[in-house]
């Protein structure tokens, strides 16, 4: 299995609060991805990076930033955390082919 | 926004029965890959395509790439059990690193 891992792997926070989730390879992959998942919409790209400080915009982007000082480590912050942002979040990370391996995912809920 | 429609949304067959699920889009991918997910995990890779009509098997499981590498199919024969679960296609579009998801196909097959 690629090694990676999120975490925290639950999380409840209120709404307004700042929140990070972090994300951590040991594979050197050049590529990791930050997407949430919610019923009927699938997996949805919040961000994704392609080396060190270097990242791009997803489709759903607003009220989320990312950093990745490091090749292993992506973060994604939540600035203000609203209740629509309550999900689950996934972290990816791929070597540039295409093929995608994910994190066991991070339960987030703001209330 | 590159749009990857999946279907169909639901799937529930009886044990033994074939079926077959599609992934469809407007623009050429670069490379497809077909993911399977459980509950409470992160999607996990069952294969990438690449070549225009390429086929590739999986035991019981056969992918398709369209010719135009524009769509793509899933092919199940004597489904069981252990196949239930949330099966997404993902691509990556010529030019673009971004991986973008389908909405997925929940199968669930009936012992």
């Known amino acids: 299995d690629a090694g990676i891992t999120q975490s925290p792997r639950h999380k409840v926070t209120e709404t307004g609060t700042p929140v990070t989730l972090r994300c951590h390879q040991t594979?050197?992959?050049?590529?990791m991805y930050w997407y949430r998942q919610d019923p009927g919409h699938g997996l949805r790209l919040i961000h994704y990076?392609?080396?060190?400080?270097?990242?791009d915009k997803g489709e759903v982007s607003d009220g989320y930033s990312v950093s990745r000082s490091k090749t292993e480590d992506f973060l994604l912050t939540l600035e203000s955390a609203t209740s629509s942002q309550t999900s689950v979040y996934f972290c990816?990370?791929?070597?540039?082919?295409?093929?995608?391996?994910f994190g066991q995912g991070t339960r987030l809920t703001v209330v | 926004t590159q749009l990857l429609e999946q279907s169909p949304q639901f799937l529930s067959i009886q044990e033994g029965e074939n079926l077959t699920v599609y992934c469809n889009s407007s623009s050429v991918f670069s490379s497809l890959q077909w993911y399977r997910q459980e509950p409470g995990e992160g999607p996990v890779l069952l294969v990438t395509v690449v070549t225009g009509g390429e086929v590739k098997k999986l035991k019981r499981l056969t992918f398709q790439f369209g010719d135009a590498r524009k769509d793509s199919s899933l092919h199940i024969t004597a489904a069981q059990p252990g196949d239930t679960g949330l099966y997404l296609c993902a691509g990556a579009y010529l030019g673009n690193e971004k991986l973008t998801f389908g909405t997925g196909t929940r199968l669930t097959i009936i012992p």
């Open positions: 990076s392609y080396g060190v400080k270097d990242t």
């Open positions: 594979e050197n992959h050049r590529y």
């Open positions: 990816a990370i791929s070597g540039g082919d295409g093929e995608a391996f």
